[in-house]
């Protein structure tokens, strides 16, 4: 890959980044409005403050995977294995890279295993080093990912 496509990739997923840890800043701050709520609640309030805890636990999930997978496209451009399909070997289409930058397999490879049911994704590990602000993010990154992108 050549230095100027490195450095755009380079600049991309920190910009995606640090749009992650603003707006995650952002949602801890209503979070924590929100739950100094000290006013008795009858049945449904309490149902509706529930469902709200758990959805936002969800989101707080699948952003913390964003997180690491962002990391690791960052190391792997590091390390010089940025658009390299982990499966096959191949170069990943750059057309690819622009879509999702975070991506690891190149189509042929993502289409095969969407065919079998499969996902290759890792889960998040528990030593995997998190800002204590990673979770959730409320603006999309510049970049379409799939599971981030309200329609």
């Known amino acids: ?10 600049t991309l997923l920190c910009s995606a980044r640090d749009t992650l840890m603003e ?8 979070e924590d409005e929100h739950g100094r709520q000290g006013e008795p609640m009858d049945e449904a309030d309490v149902a509706v403050m529930e469902h ?3 959805t936002l636990r969800r989101l707080r999930n699948r952003y913390r995977q964003l997180y690491w997978e962002i990391e690791n496209a960052l190391k792997r451009l590091k390390d010089g294995d940025f658009g390299v399909c982990d499966r096959c070997g191949d170069p990943i ?3 690819r890279l622009e879509v999702q930058p975070t991506a690891r397999l190149c189509i042929d490879c993502q289409r095969a295993l969407e065919k079998q049911g499969g996902t290759f994704r890792r889960p998040v590990s528990a030593d995997l080093p998190l800002d204590s602000r990673v979770g959730e993010i409320l603006s ?9 992108v309200n329609s």
């Open 1 to 10: 890959m050549d230095p100027f496509t490195r450095k755009r990739f380079e």
């Open 140 to 148: 999309v990154p510049q970049w379409r990912y799939p599971e981030c």
């Open 52 to 54: 709200q805890r758990e």
């Open 23 to 30: 707006s995650l800043q952002s949602l801890e701050d209503s």
């Open 93 to 95: 289409q750059p057309q």
